[in-house]
């Protein structure tokens, strides 16, 4: 027995290699993965494509997926305890009688959590909202980094005050807050993110953030 209770869980799949002999294909609607844990308690899930969307191939092996999460239940199952596995090709209308059909590498595939950080040269969006702009220009322009890293918000609005009054550069005043608050940007990034030596595939030396 074996469980796919951590599988149904995390969007699990199981993918194997099927053969169509030449000029079958279209005999059939479907193929049926039953999960088992005893007769008439099973977890059903069909395959009408190949895992990336395509047809099925004829005379050529095509990878079909059966991702968990579409199961179909039937009876009451138990996920801890499958006791067997089936395959099952429903036929269509046009079925005929076939032979030479082969299937090849039944595998499983199970997903893993990742750690997953998305930039964006974006710095907000117009008054409205919904248009994103690469440069706050105008004054009525709305700062996207408020709620992710409030450490951004005074460099950026300098930025902006800069872009929009250019004669402010010229300010020894605004020069030194400027000069100020970057440095203590910069202590707090190297604080969230300090730099450390890697090892393995990252190389020997390299010193990696």
Not at 28 to 31: D, E, G, L, Q, S
Not at 116 to 120: F, G, I, K, Q
Not at 148 to 171: E, R, W
């Given at each position: 027995?074996?469980s796919?209770?951590?599988?149904?869980?995390?969007?699990?799949?199981?993918?194997?290699?099927?053969?169509?002999?030449?000029?079958?294909?279209?005999y059939?609607?479907?193929?049926e993965?039953?999960?088992?844990?005893?007769?008439?308690?099973?977890?059903?899930?069909?395959?009408?494509?190949?895992?990336?969307?395509?047809?099925?191939?004829?005379?050529?092996?095509?990878?079909?997926?059966?991702?968990?999460?579409?199961?179909?239940?039937?009876?009451?199952?138990?996920?801890?305890?499958?006791?067997?596995?089936?395959?099952?090709?429903?036929?269509?209308?046009?079925?005929?009688?076939?032979?030479?059909i082969r299937?090849?590498?039944?595998?499983?595939?199970?997903?893993?959590?990742?750690d997953?950080?998305?930039?964006?040269a974006y710095?907000?969006?117009?008054?409205?909202?919904?248009?994103?702009?690469?440069?706050?220009?105008?004054?009525?322009?709305?700062?996207?980094?408020?709620?992710?890293?409030?450490?951004?918000?005074?460099?950026?609005?300098?930025?902006?005050?800069?872009?929009?009054?250019?004669?402010?550069?010229?300010?020894?005043?605004?020069?030194?807050?400027?000069?100020?608050?970057?440095?203590?940007?910069?202590?707090?990034?190297?604080?969230v993110?300090?730099?450390?030596?890697?090892?393995?595939?990252?190389?020997?030396?390299?010193?990696r953030?």
């Open positions: 027995m074996w796919i209770a951590s599988l149904l869980n995390t969007n699990g799949a199981y993918r194997m290699y099927i053969d169509f002999p030449t000029g079958t294909t279209g059939f609607t479907n193929v993965l039953r999960l088992q844990s005893s007769v008439g308690n099973y977890y059903s899930i069909l395959a009408t494509v190949q895992s990336d969307g395509t047809a099925w191939n004829s005379n050529a092996w095509s990878l079909l997926s059966w991702q968990l999460s579409n199961a179909t239940v039937v009876g009451s199952p138990n996920p801890a305890q499958i006791t067997s596995m089936y395959v099952y090709l429903n036929h269509s209308g046009s079925y005929a009688a076939v032979t030479g299937f090849n590498y039944l595998y499983q595939i199970t997903p893993d959590y990742i997953a950080v998305y930039y964006s710095k907000g969006t117009d008054l409205t909202g919904v248009t994103p702009k690469l440069i706050l220009d105008t004054a009525s322009d709305i700062c996207s980094f408020g709620s992710i890293a409030p450490d951004l918000i005074l460099p950026i609005s300098l930025k902006a005050a800069a872009t929009l009054s250019p004669q402010i550069l010229a300010s020894p005043e605004f020069q030194a807050i400027w000069k100020a608050d970057f440095l203590e940007a910069m202590l707090v990034f190297g604080r993110y300090p730099r450390r030596r890697m090892t393995g595939a990252f190389g020997k030396t390299d010193i953030r």
